[in-house]
């Protein structure tokens, strides 16, 4: 490998590593049926960056695993509003 590409992805690396998996947990109260989690995460499935979901109809909730380089909370809030079940941020752990 030329010195000057090696380089290049040497320097590319660590931009790569700044980017963590970020969970957040969104509280939605307007959950009212059993089949309002199928919709919820369908809509945060559709966010770039999301990797899992996990939404609980009893604990009206959503947890969500995402790339903080490719979504922000924001983005998962407004994914769930945009689906009719507006969230608010209940927990987030890096």
């Known amino acids: 490998m030329k010195p000057t590409l090696l380089l290049a992805a040497l320097l590319a690396v660590p931009a790569l590593a700044l980017a963590k998996p970020q969970t957040v947990s969104l509280n939605i109260p307007t959950m009212d049926c059993a089949t309002c989690p199928i919709t919820i995460k369908a809509a945060l499935n559709k966010v770039p960056g999301v990797s899992k979901v996990k939404v609980s109809y009893e604990r009206r909730e ?5 790339d903080d380089a490719k979504a922000s909370v924001d983005d998962l809030k407004k994914a769930t509003a945009d689906a009719g079940y507006p969230g608010m941020i209940k927990t987030a752990a890096r």
């Open 62 to 66: 959503a947890v969500i695993v995402f």
